[in-house]
Nanobody, 117 residues
Framework: QVQLVESGGGLVQPGGSLRLSCAAS????????MGWYRQAPGKQRELVAR???????MYVDSVRGRFTISRDNAKNTVYLQMNSLKPEDTAVYYC???????????WGQGTQVTVSS
C-alpha cells in the first residue's frame, strides 16, 4: 500500500557530500514518522535519522552534525543530506515509514552509498 523509493546514492570520496531522496506514496510524509536506516555488510541495520510529523528530529551519534533529515510535504519526499562523509558511512541506506496506527514499518528498496578514495 505504502511505497517508498530511494535515490541519490553513489560513490563519493571521503569528505564529500550526497543527498538521498525518498519519494513516498499516499501523502504520508506529513503524517508518518519517517526515517533513514543503513546496513553495512555483516552488520545490523541501524537507525541513522528520524523526523516526526511535528518537525522534531533525532540522529545516531556517529552522524550528528554531519547529516540532516528534512522533508518537502508538497512533494511527499524525505531527504537525507550527508556531508563530511567518512568510509564508515558506506552502507545501503533505506527509507522507512512507521504507521502511527499499527506501528507497521514500510521500507524502500535501498540505495548504495560508498565512501572511498
Amino acid at each position: 500500500q505504502v511505497q517508498l523509493v530511494e535515490s541519490g546514492g553513489g560513490l563519493v570520496q571521503p569528505g564529500g557530500s550526497l543527498r538521498l531522496s525518498c519519494a513516498a506514496s499516499g501523502s504520508i510524509v506529513r503524517s508518518y514518522p519517517m526515517g533513514w536506516y543503513r546496513q553495512a555488510p555483516g552488520k545490523q541495520r541501524e537507525l541513522v535519522a528520524r523526523m516526526f510529523p511535528g518537525g522534531a528530529t533525532m540522529y545516531v551519534d556517529s552522524v550528528r552534525g554531519r547529516f540532516t533529515i528534512s522533508r518537502d510535504n508538497a512533494k511527499n519526499t524525505v531527504y537525507l543530506q550527508m556531508n563530511s562523509l567518512k568510509p564508515e558511512d558506506t552502507a545501503v541506506y533505506y527509507c522507512n515509514a512507521r504507521s502511527p496506527r499499527s506501528d507497521y514499518d514500510y521500507w524502500g528498496q535501498g540505495t548504495q552509498v560508498t565512501v572511498s578514495s
